[in-house]
């Protein structure tokens, strides 16, 4: 790993990961001790955001970042936004960690807008690796450690309005983070959409509203009130994903829903979210899934 070129080539291994989410369950939460090889068999990157936390172990660990290493130790988290590839690297076993995923849009739905654009900077803004890791004092990472045993305890039962709740608690995990980073004078993309949030949100409620038709970038612009290039530059920057790719994880979301439900084929699934090619669907759909949705459907 001393060569730089060594140290970029797992670079050239990352896949496309899609944790097991839908539209109606936009909140995954994975509890894993690794006791052996790497976090995760293959570098990936995925379209949802992801915060995480080392229980146990970790010495000697780290994790790589786009073109940047990181070193994490028990109790520091990390952030990551939709498409950074990232990988992990244990040297010292046993490692246990909590990692909540989540879609973007989940953020922004919660409500005031501003708010959750505004949290959702923090994970998609341009930051350093170093700006991705979030090193608590003791006090405040025995307090963290307990609200992630908690998401985790939710998530793992299917009890009435698990959903709602993990909403909450994802929501209340983030806005004491921010608060306290806010309390050391941190603001990391904080400053960056104080003024163009707006747009940000017209765009997004204009994808979710139409996502079953045909959608150009004039559209969206127009809905907006920017310019065709204002709101490539503008929804990219805020999500740190191009408005096309946030439509198409959207419509297969849905499209997984469907095909979850029953009641739905293939071909009646692709349509319905606005697809007006199966191959182009089938493609889509296993990019985001990891799976085919024919595959995915069967094993609902």
């Known amino acids: 790993m001393n060569d730089w070129s060594q140290h970029l ?37 995925h379209p949802c955001c992801e915060i995480s936390m080392i229980l146990e172990g970790g010495g000697g660990g780290y994790t790589l970042v786009e073109k940047e290493k990181i070193r994490r130790g028990v109790g520091e988290l990390m952030l990551l936004g939709p498409g950074l590839p990232h990988w992990g690297v ?46 608590f004092p003791p006090k405040y990472q025995a307090e963290y450690r307990q609200r992630f045993e908690t998401i985790r305890q939710e998530f793992a039962q299917a009890g009435f309005g698990r959903e709602v709740r993990l909403r909450i608690l994802l929501m209340d995990m983030l806005v004491r983070l921010l608060r306290w980073e806010q309390s050391l004078g941190r603001n990391i993309g904080g400053g960056e959409l104080e003024i163009d949030w707006q747009p940000i949100v017209k765009a997004l409620k204009y994808l979710r509203e139409h996502y079953c038709e045909p959608i150009y970038a004039k559209n969206i612009a127009r809905a907006a009130g920017l310019s065709e290039s204002r709101l490539m530059h503008l929804f990219h920057q805020a999500l740190g994903i191009s408005w096309v790719k946030f439509l198409q994880g959207y419509r ?35 990019s985001f899934m990891g799976v085919s949705p024919k595959n995915y459907g069967d094993a609902q």
Do not use: C
């Open 90 to 135: 244990i040297e010292n076993f046993p490692v246990s960690s909590i990692t909540v995923y989540f879609m973007p849009w989940v953020l922004v739905e919660m409500g005031p807008e501003s708010d959750g654009v505004r949290i959702l900077r923090r994970f998609t803004a341009k930051q350093s690796a170093e700006e991705r890791v979030v090193r």
């Open 9 to 45: 080539a797992w670079l050239l291994d990352v896949t496309e990961s899609r944790p097991p989410m839908s539209d109606s369950s936009p909140i995954w939460v994975r509890s894993a001790t690794v006791t052996e090889g790497p976090p995760t068999p293959y570098p990936e990157r």
């Open 252 to 286: 297969i979301h849905r499209a997984a829903a469907l095909l979850s439900g029953g009641g739905r084929n293939v071909t009646e699934a692709a349509m319905e979210v606005g697809f007006d090619s199966l191959s182009h669907f089938n493609v889509t759909f296993r």
